[in-house]
């Protein structure tokens, strides 16, 4: 057999006849002249080095030989049909795999967006990693992930982003503590006493230090810790004040108030990043469509600043 010469019309046009049992019926349903199917299957013929078919009262009957090749063309199409099916599933984002990173702050809000994703697009692979800025950072610069997400934008070269939730920064105390039951509480009541802070380089503590530093303002005393989560507890448990993403805090946690501060809370935003300079898989893409259609239900409707479509433009247009 010379399998240098099939091709997948050969394959077709044989399949085609014996399933007809006719080359003149064949030919119709192919939109072929009969003569160009008879020349297609003498090639075939050729091909395979075995009779495969013989004519009896102008019916086609395959060989044994016939009858093995109709079983694999039925297969290797078959194969192909379905292969075909899996990249347009591919290309509508409803197949494949992408990653997304995101700074460990995100990690109480995204899977209220992840978790209808998975359920909608159940054979799309999604690889998660959560780490701090500085982590999170160093994977964009290595191009190691397809989407980041980032409270706080980094300004570096390939950088396209768009914003998709608020992100308040709220200041928040023990139950217990004396200014807890305040109103209107002046800045000068909160500096002196002791901050919970996030290590150097977290989007939450320089967005609090820029505004401390926008109103003339130092801490008096600070302890840095190495979570929200840490810093949550801490609070609670009588160690300090802090300044924490809303998100963080449970919203039936009576252990922790809010701290009623002109000019807070912080209004912040919540980013999906990609790098503009490298390919965006399909998969990729269909998330961030599918984040920009479902925000609201997902996240809340009055938390939502959606410029995902915006950000979708961009990374297009580099294509």
Same mark, same amino acid.
């Given at each position: 057999?010379?399998i240098r010469h099939l091709t997948f019309r050969l394959?077709?046009?044989?399949?085609?006849?014996?399933?007809?049992?006719?080359?003149?019926?064949?030919?119709?349903?192919?939109?072929?002249?009969?003569?160009?199917?008879?020349?297609?299957?003498?090639?075939?013929?050729?091909?395979?080095?075995?009779?495969?078919?013989?004519?009896?009262?102008?019916?086609?009957?395959?060989?044994? *030989?016939?009858?093995?090749?109709?079983?694999?063309?039925?297969?290797?199409?078959?194969?192909?049909?379905?292969?075909?099916?899996?990249?347009?599933?591919?290309?509508?984002?409803?197949?494949? !795999?992408?990653?997304? *990173?995101?700074?460990?702050?995100? @990690?109480?809000?995204?899977?209220?967006?992840?978790?209808?994703?998975? @359920?909608?697009? %159940?054979?799309?692979?999604?690889?998660?990693?959560?780490?701090?800025?500085?982590?999170?950072?160093?994977?964009?610069?290595?191009? @190691?992930?397809?989407?980041?997400?980032?409270?706080?934008?980094?300004?570096?070269?390939?950088?396209?982003?768009?914003?998709?939730?608020?992100?308040?920064?709220?200041?928040?105390?023990? *139950?217990? !503590?004396?200014?807890?039951?305040?109103?209107?509480?002046?800045?000068?009541?909160?500096?002196?006493?002791?901050?919970?802070?996030?290590?150097?380089?977290?989007?939450?503590?320089?967005?609090?230090?820029?505004?401390? @530093?926008?109103?003339?303002?130092?801490? *008096?005393?600070?302890?840095?810790?190495? %979570?929200?989560?840490?810093?949550?507890?801490?609070?609670? %448990?009588?160690?300090?004040?802090?300044?924490?993403?809303? !998100?963080?805090?449970?919203?039936?946690?009576?252990?922790?108030?809010? &701290?009623?501060?002109?000019?807070?809370?912080?209004?912040? !935003?919540?980013?999906?990043?990609?790098?503009?300079?490298?390919?965006?898989?399909?998969?990729?893409?269909?998330?961030?469509?599918?984040?920009?259609?479902?925000?609201?239900?997902?996240?809340?409707?009055?938390?939502?600043?959606?410029?995902?479509?915006?950000? &979708?433009?961009?990374?297009?247009?580099?294509?």
């Amino acid at each position: 057999m010379n399998i240098r010469h099939l091709t997948f019309r050969l394959l077709q046009v044989y399949v085609e006849v014996i399933q007809t049992g006719s080359i003149s019926e064949s030919a119709k349903r192919l939109h072929l002249t009969q003569p160009t199917v008879s020349l297609q299957l003498k090639r075939l013929k050729e091909a395979i080095g075995e009779p495969l078919f013989v004519l009896e009262q102008n019916q086609v009957i395959p060989t044994d *030989a016939g009858r093995e090749l109709y079983r694999i063309c039925l297969q290797t199409l078959g194969d192909f049909s379905e292969f075909n099916q899996y990249l347009g599933a591919l290309q509508d984002g409803q197949r494949g !795999h992408f990653s997304i *990173a995101m700074v460990n702050t995100a @990690q109480y809000i995204l899977p209220r967006l992840l978790g209808p994703y998975a @359920q909608a697009f %159940s054979k799309v692979e999604v690889t998660v990693e959560i780490g701090n800025r500085e982590q999170v950072l160093r994977r964009f610069e290595q191009g @190691q992930d397809d989407l980041y997400v980032f409270s706080h934008p980094p300004s570096l070269e390939h950088a396209c982003a768009g914003r998709f939730l608020r992100n308040p920064l709220t200041l928040i105390a023990p *139950a217990s !503590h004396p200014l807890a039951t305040k109103k209107e509480l002046a800045l000068a009541d909160v500096m002196k006493e002791r901050f919970l802070l996030r290590e150097p380089g977290s989007a939450t503590r320089m967005l609090f230090e820029s505004w401390l @530093q926008g109103k003339g303002l130092t801490l *008096a005393s600070s302890m840095q810790m190495a %979570s929200n989560e840490a810093i949550r507890v801490g609070v609670s %448990s009588g160690m300090g004040l802090a300044v924490l993403s809303r !998100h963080v805090l449970p919203k039936q946690d009576s252990s922790i108030v809010t &701290l009623d501060v002109p000019g807070l809370p912080i209004e912040s !935003h919540w980013y999906f990043i990609a790098r503009n300079d490298r390919h965006l898989s399909q998969a990729a893409l269909g998330f961030l469509r599918f984040a920009e259609r479902e925000l609201d239900n997902c996240l809340g409707k009055e938390w939502v600043r959606n410029d995902i479509g915006a950000l &979708l433009s961009a990374l297009t247009a580099q294509s």
